[in-house]
């Protein structure tokens, strides 16, 4: 698709918003008493708790107001928050991502109130429709404690919303990725911002401002109204909007009861589109952004084709980057077929006597050739699985992973030893410390701390299936490579040392039936070691694996799953 039939929908989608009623709602309580089933005075602050019918079932609406109306600039940082021991946010940070700060202001409201606001969060917290909404700075503390409550309910059914009508911005930019990295979390804040309130601009009357929007934005004014999620967009728009706010100081927060009004009825009598005038209709994500600023009453801009570019390219940034958003539901089910192909690899390498991993090793045919185009699909699809998911706040991020445990541990045992053949094919040495992926060790590590049911289910083995089994050491072949080089150095007594490891650690797996039979293949690396081993160890060495290795019968017991490691012991 080319990039003259883009669009932006933001001025379709915010009609939609409107007509859900949830605005008119959220206003309704902040304004109302009647409908309050309990509230709460703090320390300049104060919520009240609505329960409201909604579509047949009760919703919850939490409305905060605020006694003190005056906001500083500053920010703190998560790093000071922790030195406070304040740690009911550290959940949102990552090893991508370790700092963001917050407005210190509406922190101090939160953190001045934090017994009561734990009270509440313990009072809503199975509350499966919640609305949370506040109105200027009182919105900003609606904004922090949706937040605070991201940790726990944040990411299933009852996810709360967060709606506010003209709130300050209450963080960096590096907040707003902190929440972006999950779209659930996301969009879980509705801002609605009048074109007319000076308010929710005061931190960005320049484009140099640290302050960065997350969430949804509504933005409203007389002629019409437009929406959109694209941080950098809002921020744009935003600044366009600071500049008109000389003449517009008179605005109070009570109009957005007005506002709020006026809209419903405008998308109810289906009057959506303002008047296009002479937009240029050639490129189609020009003019829908040109009617956005439109709605907004920010006809001057039209004509400026400078900051029309710029808008351009932030949504066409903000689009494709929407477009290929890493899937991997999808993705992986395409990989299921790379999978299948290593399958049938390894099965016809074991017929020929020589096994995958050494068949890929040494490159023996045009199959092997054809095994490196699945084993990069599958390696570029993990390392970016497992990027993704560090990105991720640390629960969502634990809940992604387990969700892809099984596959990710069964791709790890599979193609590592590829990886493996590859780097020591190249004269690699000492894999494990040198050169082993990030993204193998954290498929590894997410298996060692998975829930004992999930590890004890993808470290089982049977003897009834040892056949068929992957090694569950992906490392298994590195450390085989590693054996072969101290046979070298035999009269070293660190290769001495080493050898003695690698022959307990082979036999610990064998009694666990925890490797796969494919090591006794007469043309293995494995047996290679074997042989070499042997005859520098001599024919009178004695030991538990030279008493299975002695007969090549106990082999082929192992691999039927009939052989008695007590008999060696």
């Known amino acids: 698709m080319s990039q003259s039939s883009l669009f932006s929908s933001g001025s379709q989608l915010a009609p939609f918003v409107i007509s859900s009623g949830l605005l008119r709602l959220s206003w309704n309580a902040i304004i109302s008493l009647e409908t309050v089933v309990n509230s709460k005075q703090g320390v300049r602050l104060s919520y009240k708790v609505h329960s409201v019918p909604f579509h047949g079932k009760d919703l919850k609406i939490i409305v905060f107001e605020t006694q003190d109306h005056d906001v500083q600039v500053d920010l703190i940082s998560s790093y000071d928050l922790n030195k406070e021991n304040f740690v009911d946010f550290e959940f949102l940070c990552t090893q991508r991502n370790p700092l963001f700060s917050v407005n210190k202001t509406v922190f101090s409201l939160l953190h001045e109130n934090h017994q009561i606001l734990v009270q509440l969060k ?9 609305i949370v909404t506040g109105s200027g700075l ?26 506010t009508f003209g709130a300050f911005l209450i963080g960096d ?43 949804t934005f509504l933005l409203v004014s007389d002629e019409g109204s437009t929406s959109s999620e694209n941080s950098e967009f809002i921020l744009e728009l935003l600044v366009a909007i600071s500049s008109t706010h000389v003449q517009n ?26 008047q296009a005038g002479n ?60 999978m299948a192909q290593l399958e049938w690899y390894k099965k016809k390498t074991k017929n020929q006597g020589i096994g995958y991993y050494d068949s890929f090793r040494n490159m023996y045919s045009h199959f092997d050739q054809d095994v490196i185009g699945f084993q990069k699909n599958l390696t ?9 998911a560090e990105m991720k ?19 790890r045992r599979m193609v590592e030893p590829l990886v493996i053949a590859e780097y020591y094919r190249d004269k690699g040495q000492d894999y494990v410390n040198k050169e082993r992926s990030i993204h193998f060790k954290k498929l590894e590590e997410w298996l060692n701390e998975g829930n004992q049911k999930t590890r004890d289910s993808l470290n089982k083995t049977s003897k009834h299936n040892v056949e068929s089994i992957l090694t569950l050491d992906s490392c298994f072949w590195a450390h085989v490579e590693e054996a072969l080089i101290a ?40 047996m290679s070691w074997w042989n070499k081993y042997k005859a520098i160890k001599g024919s009178s060495y004695d030991s538990t694996l030279a008493s299975f290795m002695a007969k090549s019968e106990n082999y082929k017991e192992y691999a039927e799953g009939t052989f008695d490691f007590l008999s060696v012991q």
């Open 122 to 130: 313990d009072e809503i917290i199975s509350s499966t429709q919640l």
């Open 138 to 163: 009182a919105g900003s503390v609606a904004s922090l404690f949706t937040i605070y409550l991201l940790d726990t309910i944040g990411s299933g059914k009852n996810r709360p919303l967060c709606i």
């Open 173 to 215: 930019k590096k907040l707003q990725e902190s929440i972006s990295r999950s779209s659930t979390w996301n969009s879980c804040f509705l801002n609605v911002v009048s074109h007319k309130d000076p308010l929710p601009t005061l931190f960005i009357t320049n484009k140099t401002t640290s302050y960065m929007p997350f969430g």
């Open 249 to 274: 100081q008179g605005f109070q927060s009570a109009e957005y009861g007005n506002i709020v009004e006026s809209l419903f009825r405008k998308v109810i009598c289906k009057d959506l589109t303002p």
């Open 279 to 338: 937009i240029n209709l050639s490129d189609s994500l020009l003019a829908s952004i040109s009617l956005q600023l439109l709605a907004l009453g920010l006809t001057p801009l039209i004509q400026d084709t400078n900051i029309l570019k710029k808008m351009r390219i932030q949504e066409v940034k903000f689009i494709m980057d929407k477009r290929t958003l890493f899937d991997p539901s999808r993705k992986l089910n395409v990989l299921k077929k790379d």
């Open 380 to 388: 570029k699809y993990w390392e970016q699985m497992v990027e993704e």
């Open 393 to 411: 706040p640390q629960k969502e991020g634990s809940q992604f992973r387990t969700r892809w445990l099984y596959a990710g541990t069964n791709y």
């Open 487 to 526: 046979c070298k150095e035999f009269k070293n007594e660190e290769a001495k040392n080493k050898l003695d490891k690698f022959e307990n650690y082979v036999y610990n797996l064998l009694k666990n039936y925890a490797v796969s039979p494919e090591i006794f293949l007469p043309k293995s690396s494995y």
